[in-house]
């Protein structure tokens, strides 16, 4: 079972930045697979970013390439997403998400149901 809890979030001009962060409780967070996704008002939950058990894959929606980098440091239990440029577009509610395991396979890390803990969710609004 992992609990997790994201903070971070908040209001910030277009161009400005963030850093997201997830703490994960349990002392196995170092295998799961873990994504942050994110969800407008009136639209459906979409993948934003994820990375491998170590850390030593991600990926990313071609929407922030370049402008968003998931990183995790599991002697904390943390995940964290360096937001940069950020744009009104950009807007929503952000979720980080665990999936048990190491299995990195492109259709699994980006896809909802593949998950299986998520957080509460931290609102991040862009300004124009």
């Known amino acids: 079972q992992v609990q997790l809890v994201e903070s971070g979030g908040g209001l910030v001009q277009a161009g400005g930045s963030l850093r997201l962060s997830c703490a994960a409780s349990g002392r196995t967070f170092s295998s799961y697979t873990t994504g942050w996704f994110r969800q407008a008002p009136g639209k459906e939950r979409e993948f934003v970013a994820a990375?491998?058990?170590?850390?030593?894959?991600?990926y990313y929606t071609d929407s922030v390439k370049g402008r968003f980098t998931i990183s995790r440091d599991n002697a904390k239990n943390t995940v964290y997403l360096q937001m940069n440029s950020l744009k009104p577009e950009d807007t929503a509610v952000y979720y980080c998400?665990?999936?048990?395991?190491?299995?990195?396979?492109?259709?699994?890390?980006?896809?909802?149901?593949?998950?299986?803990?998520w957080g509460q969710g931290t609102q991040v609004t862009v300004s124009s």
């Open positions: 998400a665990a999936r048990y395991g190491n299995l990195w396979n492109i259709v699994l890390v980006t896809t909802v149901l593949k998950y299986d803990y």
């Open positions: 990375i491998s058990v170590n850390g030593g894959n991600t």
